[in-house]
């Protein structure tokens, strides 16, 4: 039996909804779509170093299939512990105000590499199977912009087309921006009530790295899940 | 891929035990043989033949070609061989040791070539030949000078009874005793006694003297058996088979008494990647990289029967694997497999087979396309898809293979990488000997293949649009089993209608024919017949290997559309997806129509033809717009009703298409490829009666297109111009040029009254095309100059889709560009440019384009050239090169772009050879960048085969037919012709 581990640190009870309640319900979210039991690690008080030491050892047993952790408070270890997990961890985001009521659509930011596209399948494919609807969303920029757009209507189609064959699970649809990625993707979660992001990524937060989820976490209200990417898949174009 | 030899000597038939059930020697398929005479085919000269007769004979029926090279002559060898092969495989006799060439066929044999002895190299032989012959006597050794023979002379070392006709399985002994004899006269070995006679032979006269030995005699001569090997290589050549498909046969490879073996004479640089194979003793071994396994002429005849044996065995034969002709993907990577299967493409006959793998994994996309054969009239109808053909399964699947696209000879193959022994292999072909005609042949470990269709019979599929076309194919299957493999054979024909359903008896009498001709035979016939068309139409780059394999990889699919006798509807992506749903855009027209009118012409012909058989189409749409004349849709497909789509994305952002109201210099494009078509494939350029009443059409079209202010000035309002990032824009040049073009062209040609043609005359002086004297610049738009002086590079690198990145408003809003549009008129019409006004106005709108269309790198190279900047233009052409080969658009998977593929030939042969033709007259200006030291292209101009080849100061052009060629004044190179060429200095007429 694997679980899911809800972190619990200090609650801010002046917080219109408590942060116990929302890291519960975002573990039993991750747990659900895991196939996983949950189970709760109240965090003692203590240099936050300490902290998230204690919990990456406690979440490193083998029955951990995935935690749950908030950004919020006045010394989240949620920073420290999400570069170095090794299994998938739901955060609930620093401007969260709501408690997950199950999930029901899921969005993908996806930067259009093999690694991110193969960290994020499973977990996709388990939204999809819990009957929820997922879309991925592209945003270009400078970095990824193609090359051409010959045509409106056929170079989306192909291209769209060929994006979602190569990144994406079937019966995924396919947004595209435009914009900075970081920007638009908590735009589309925001405009479209989604009830979760999944993400996955390299775990490096230095400088110039992951704005995604640096700013779906201080930025955003939508819970992310962190999908860590190995370094062998990351080398992947 | 190549496979070892799978036996080693020890393995082999023991020398007169016949060849029958010798295996596998080889363990592959070659497309010649080429073989020495003595010791290798026969052990004597007395000995039958018949054996080698009877198989090379078969050989030849199977389009596998022989070539026999002996010192020998015609009487001894056609004597003893009497062979009369039926073809299509030849027999080539290399005799007289490389001074002829004879070929044979059923009517016996026939001189190819011979090189003449000439009374100065008879005496100098024969001062050679006696003066070694004084020499070796001088010592004490008799000799005779035993025969003469055309280009040599002989001296027996051993003129004694017992070795007058040693066998060659004697040749041990034979040196022995003739190094015997020689150390007696002070001579250490055979190669002192050639050393001397070359010494001789060099001071009398023979710079080039070719001292050889078969260990009894020493010739010198002024030709050897490398002779023989370059002409027969030559010949090989011309049939498509390249040095890889060759088995070199021998028995003397190995030294000799000090001399290279006689036959380390035929591996010559020429025939690159040949097997050679020693059947001899070889006492003192053979050189690297010929293989050695004895056993005389009977193992000679067991690699024959091989040969035979595959054939009947149905196994997959081998292709090219020259870097410079070869397109090679390795390992299966599903995100990419979709873009391979655009790239591997085979088509002929206006039919294409997109390269998936035999086993259609899920993650591929096989298809089967007929060009004009849509599944409705409708806008979101694409190209009908045809019935899957190549479907099977392969239990396991293959997980990493390597698959060659040959472009030398439009030969698709495949290997599976594995330890297995008998790896899955795949070959196919679209046959342009039949043309519509796929065949296939696929060999795995026996259990791993599984079929659909029963072998031996005919099986239809179809599939039908409901608007009336369809396409089906005719597949016939036959498959063997040996004791490891099984091979699977289908060959299929493919019958397709815009408008009516396929037709299974013209199916099944192409498929009878097909069958009848067989899979050998319509193999040797695709290599030969491309090796035909790379001869007429080609590129050559010694110093660019890069650029040269990406313009034969362009130049094939342009071939691939090579259609006789019918129209042609190109779509976007030809036959290779079903990108654009096969519509046909200004691509067709503008891109590649130029570049078939010099590769295929009578496939530029169905071009014209697909768009004459729509004029009453844009008639209509004409008068349903209250227009005269006749409109071309900018989307066309089976009917040439406007089919383009009213809505679309950029990145994503939805927006409204405007391009199928307002892109209307289509209409001009139409009627400019007509006669583009006509003033370079026919000779006086006179247009037909259909052409010229387009042109009159579409000239009425702009008569009443246009609006003509009240100070007299004309004006084409609320179009989109080739730059689709400025929409609905007054008095676009590109398209106000092309108009202008297209009225003063049918003011001169088209069948109307005078006062007409006056009309349209007045109409077009009066119409602006927006250049600036002042400035020098074409304003693209009117309003063009007040936008906001964006650079491309402010925003990103090009090439870059800049209204996805920075947004449509934006990118509207500025002078960014998405492709070449003012600079079209320099490109399509040089000469109603203002005259030097390329250079400043690529120096202006160059820096604003963000070539975020497929078919902008290529034009821009053409310009850059045109304007001296060839390296500037060399890296674009690179760029439009990759387009597809790296799918740098992410949409490669969708098929490939034939417009940039035409644009990309186009900048060769327009814009760095300079090449135009003008009242039946071709000019050329070339410019070469300075990574190309030296350039040959290959084209088809004014019904003639054109070579210009430039290297340093000089250019060479010849042509097929008598050629006028004129030059700029200021070119800088020399000229020479061997040919009917006739230069005329100054400039176009």
Known sequence: VTHVTAVL???????????????????????????????RLRVPPGPSSDRAGAVLEALAEEEVAGSAMSARGPEPICWDVITQIATPVIVVPRNSNQVMRGVSHVLLPMDGTQATAAGVADMAQRALDAGATVVGVHVFDTGNIPAFWDQAAYSHQEWTREFARRHLPEAVELDLRSGRPAEEVLAHAEQDGVDLIIIGWGQDLSVGRAATVRHALTHGHTPVVLVPIGVEDLSQP | VTQPLTRATPDLPA??????????????????????????????????????????????????????????????????????????????????????????????????GRRDETPDVTQQLDSAAAAVSSRLRAAGLHVEVVSSRLNRRKIDLIPEPGWADPPKARIGELVAAVTQRLG????????????????????????????????????????????????????????????????????????????????????????????????????????????????????????????????????????????????????????????????????????????????????????????????????????????????????????????????????????????????????????????????????????????????????????TSPSGGGLGALAHQDSRRSARVRSVQRIIAVDGSPTGPPRVATARRTLARAKGTGFERLLAGQRSTWAGRWEGVDVRIPEDPETELGLRFALFHLWGLSLKGSELAVGARALTGSGYSGHV?????????????????????????????????????????????????????????????????????????????????ITADVAWAVVHQAIWTRPGARLTKNESLLLRDTARYWASRITTDPDGSAHIRGVIGPDEYHERVDDNAFTNAMARWNLRTA??????????????????????????????????????????????????????????????????????????????IHHLLPDDAVPGSLRHNLDFYAPRTAHGSSLSPAVMALLHARAGQPDTALNLLRLSLRIDLDDLGGTTSAGVHIGACGGAWQAVVTGFLGARVSRGWLHLDPILPSQWPDLEVRFRCLDRDVRVRVSDSQMVVNASAPLTVTLSPDCRYQTSTSTQVRFVPGGMP
């Open chain 2, 15 to 112: 020398p007169g035990a016949g060849s029958r059930g010798a295996g596998e020697l080889l363990g592959r398929t070659v497309g010649a043989v080429v073989f020495d005479w003595d010791g290798t085919a026969v052990p004597t000269r007395r000995a039958s033949a018949r054996g080698v007769r009877t198989r090379l004979e078969r050989l030849s029926a199977l389009g596998i070609h022989t070539a026999v090279v002996s010192g020998t002559h015609l009487g001894n060898i056609d004597g003893q061989l009497r062979a009369r092969p039926p073809g299509p495989g030849r027999l080539l006799l290399g005799l007289n040791r490389g001074s002829e060439l004879f070929e044979v066929t059923a009517a016996g044999p026939t001189l190819l």
């Open chain 2, 585 to 665: 855009f200004w691509d067709a027209d503008v891109f590649v129509l130029p570049a078939l009118c010099t590769i295929d012409p009578p496939a530029a012909r169905a071009v014209v033809d697909y768009r004459l058989n729509r004029l009453a189409a844009a008639r209509d749409r004409a008068r349903a717009e209250g227009r005269e004349g006749s409109r071309f849709p900018w989307e066309s497909a089976v009917d040439g009703r406007d089919v383009t789509p009213e809505a679309g994305y950029v990145g994503g952002e939805q927006v409204p298409i405007l391009t199928g109201t307002l892109e209307e210099h």
């Open chain 2, 184 to 463: 007696r006269a002070g001579f250490a070995s055979v190669g002192e006694v050639a050393a001397l006679a070359t010494a001789v032979a060099v001071q009398g006269g023979l710079a080039d003297a070719r001292v050889t030995s078969d260990a009894k005699h020493i010739e010198i001569g002024v030709t050897d058996k490398s002779d023989s090997m370059r002409s027969i290589r030559g010949h090989l050549d011309r049939l498509g088979v390249s040095g890889e498909l060759v088995l070199v046969v021998g028995d003397e490879f190995g030294e000799l008494g000090g001399l290279p073996g006689s036959d380390a004479l035929l591996v010559v640089p020429e025939n690159r990647g040949s097997i050679a194979v020693s059947v001899g003793v070889e006492p003192l071994g053979v050189p690297q990289g010929v293989r050695h396994v004895g056993g005389g002429p009977a193992t000679f005849r067991a690699l024959l029967d091989e040969q035979l044996h595959r054939s009947t065995r149905l196994r997959v034969p081998e292709i090219c694997d020259d870097p410079r002709w070869t397109i090679v993907e390795r390992g299966v990577d599903a995100a990419r497999h979709r873009v391979t299967e655009s790239l591997f493409t085979v088509s002929s006959g206006g039919v294409g087979f997109r390269g998936s793998v035999e086993e259609a994994p899920g993650f591929g996309h096989p298809l089967l396309v007929a060009a004009g054969v849509y599944s409705g009239p409708g806008v979101t109808d694409g190209l009908l898809h045809g019935p899957d053909v190549v479907d099977l399964q392969l239990r396991p699947p293959v997980t990493e293979d390597v698959r060659t696209l040959d472009l030398r000879t439009g030969v698709l193959h495949r290997a599976e990488v594995s330890n297995d022994g008998d790896p899955v292999r795949s070959v196919r072909f679209a046959s342009i000997v039949e043309p519509g005609v796929l065949a296939m042949r696929i060999e795995a470990s026996t259990g791993r293949i599984h079929t659909h269709p029963t072998n031996g019979s005919d099986e239809w599929a179809a599939v």
């Open chain 1, 9 to 39: 640190e200090r609650d801010d009870e002046l917080r219109p909804v408590s942060v116990d309640r929302q890291v519960v319900a975002a573990a039993e979210a991750l747990a659900h779509l895991l196939g996983a039991d949950t189970l």
């Open chain 2, 747 to 824: 003011a001169h040609h088209a069948p109307v009254q005078e006062a007409e043609r006056a009309a349209w005359s007045a109409l077009a002086e009066a119409l602006a095309d927006g250049y600036d004297a002042t400035s020098g610049l074409y304003e693209q738009f009117q309003g063009y100059f007040d936008l906001q002086p964006l650079l491309v590079r402010e925003i990103a690198e090009p090439p870059v889709a800049a209204d996805v990145l920075a947004g449509r408003e934006v990118i509207a809003g500025s002078q960014l560009i998405k492709q070449p549009d003012a600079l079209m």
